[in-house]
């Protein structure tokens, strides 16, 4: 939903713990959104298991999720890497968004992770740009956002202490916003 010409991106995360490093991330990007962007943080904690069999009554949380997609210009996901790959609610959310109309299609997305290994969810961001491929998002590949050690990098408040993390946020941010705004005109 454009609010006067503005982007607005719905971002979500990769992980159900409170003060996770995900969350701050995300909360982070929040905060350093470009001019005339925002970050809209959707919640995903409630989105039961996918059924099909619920698609034609699905739970108020999927219903909400599809429709702060739908309503947003692009979307941002901030992950851990759980297993080398994705956490299964975050896949299961992204499932729910796919059915029965693909809300992510044509959108543009982007995504970052963090994790306190030494890949930074590497793995996990590999395997959700698998699953965009199909789904039609266009994802910013560049630059990519791979916090590792996060543990040391980011305090209980929310502070980064990595300059270099921050500028490839930044980039990223001012790249997905960029592209959003190069696809609504195409649209217009």
Do not use: C
Not at 111 to 128: E, K, L, P
Not at 148 to 171: H, L, Q, T, W, Y
């Amino acid at each position: 939903m454009k609010e006067n010409d503005k982007i607005v991106i719905a971002g979500f995360g990769g992980s159900l713990r409170k003060g996770s490093f995900s969350r701050k991330v995300l909360e982070k990007a929040r905060d350093m959104m470009p001019d005339g962007a925002s970050l809209r943080i959707v919640e995903i904690s409630e989105i039961p298991v996918f059924n099909a069999d619920e698609l034609g009554s699905p739970h108020r949380s999927v219903i909400e999720f599809r429709s702060a997609i739908s309503e947003t210009d692009g979307f941002l996901i901030v992950t851990p890497e759980y297993n080398y790959s994705i956490p299964g609610f975050l896949k299961n959310a992204i499932d729910w968004a796919s059915v029965p109309r693909n809300v992510f299609a044509k959108k543009a997305g982007a995504i970052m992770s963090s994790s306190t290994g030494m890949m930074g969810g590497a793995r996990a961001q590999y395997h959700i740009r698998q699953s965009f491929v199909f789904l039609d998002a266009r994802i910013i590949n560049r630059p990519e956002v791979i916090i590792s050690n996060v543990d040391k990098k980011i305090d209980e408040k929310g502070e980064f202490a990595d300059a270099n993390a921050e500028k490839f946020m930044r980039e990223l941010l001012e790249n997905l916003v960029s592209e959003t705004r190069r696809q609504a005109s195409h649209v217009a």
